[in-house]
């Protein structure tokens, strides 16, 4: 019974993914691939999909936030072939440049660009400078969103494919298969498609054994989220998928002050 109920919600995801292949086209979306376990689920069934249609797969790219894990630069690098995949790394340039590149070193606003500075401005930021830290309210907003959106209008792409799931975070509990946003002054119009939304963290992990998906190997060292190296931590010492899923918090060892802000994230732009 429960292996059924996997193959009827990984079947539901390849539904959804070939909706939006028909909609927009593989040349117009694109996946958000971060290594990480729920986008590289998103990564395979879309691989089963374009294979079963003969067709190629979409572009991937993947958000470089400034402090990244060697173990996921190195995973993406060794299974983009394996899924016939062409990856760009993503990167906002301005304000690691005006860190000399040295996390923990302070920024001042009045050093990085325009759209930056206008960024920070749209958080409500008045402070005249900031410590360069990838996973802070303003880091954050400025290493991913901006990067995102900037990506965005640089390819033009319809939208992309990402890994989110209603039970991952409260802020994304009410998000939709297909969530479309509108444009605004600082991003572009685009749509999000959002495949296994309706998985479990167990379901994440029975799928990547029932289907031999590769998967980083700082989940076997007790990770069970992956985000930004000096802010993210092993929730044990065993394997993410021989953990307690059901009655602790996925997200533990995430930075929780950003936690805390997610919603307010989204609202942004965040994923």
């Not at 729920?38 to 089963?48: E, G, P, R």
């Not at 993406?76 to 072939?81: D, I, K, R, T, Y």
């Not at 303003?138 to 965005?152: P, R, S």
């Not at 939208?159 to 998000?175: K, L, P, Y």
Request: with cysteine; proline share 3%; net charge negative.
């Amino acid at each position: 019974m429960k292996t059924e109920m996997l193959q009827k919600k990984i079947s539901q995801s390849r539904t959804v993914i070939g909706e939006a292949i028909d909609k927009y086209g593989v040349d117009s979306i694109q996946i958000a691939w971060t290594g990480g376990k729920d986008s590289t689920l998103v990564l395979h069934l879309a691989y089963m999909e374009c294979t079963a249609r003969g067709i190629p797969m979409p572009h991937c790219f993947c958000i470089d936030e400034g402090d990244m894990f060697d173990e996921v630069r190195a995973f993406l690098s060794e299974n983009a072939p394996k899924y016939h995949v062409s990856l760009t790394m993503i990167h906002n340039d301005d304000v690691s440049k005006a860190a000399g590149g040295h996390l923990g070193a302070t920024i001042r606003v009045a050093d990085l660009n325009a759209r930056n500075q206008a960024e920070i401005a749209r958080l409500g930021f008045e402070e005249d400078s900031f410590e360069y830290e990838p996973e802070s309210f303003v880091g954050n907003h400025l290493m991913k969103t901006v990067t995102l959106n900037e990506y965005l209008e640089k390819t033009g792409i319809a939208g992309f494919m990402e890994g989110i799931r209603w039970d991952e975070q409260s802020s994304r509990a009410n998000e939709t298969y297909f969530s479309p946003r509108k444009k605004t002054s600082l991003s572009p119009a685009h749509v999000r498609i959002c495949p296994i939304l309706h998985f479990t963290e167990r379901d994440v992990w029975d799928a990547h054994f029932m289907l031999d998906i590769p998967v980083c190997s700082l989940y076997s060292q007790g990770y069970r989220s992956l985000g930004a190296r000096i802010t993210t931590t092993r929730n044990s010492s065993i394997p993410a998928w021989e953990q307690d899923l059901e009655n602790t918090y996925e997200r533990g060892g995430r930075r929780q002050d950003k936690e805390h802000l997610m919603a307010k994230l989204r609202e942004l732009g965040y994923m």
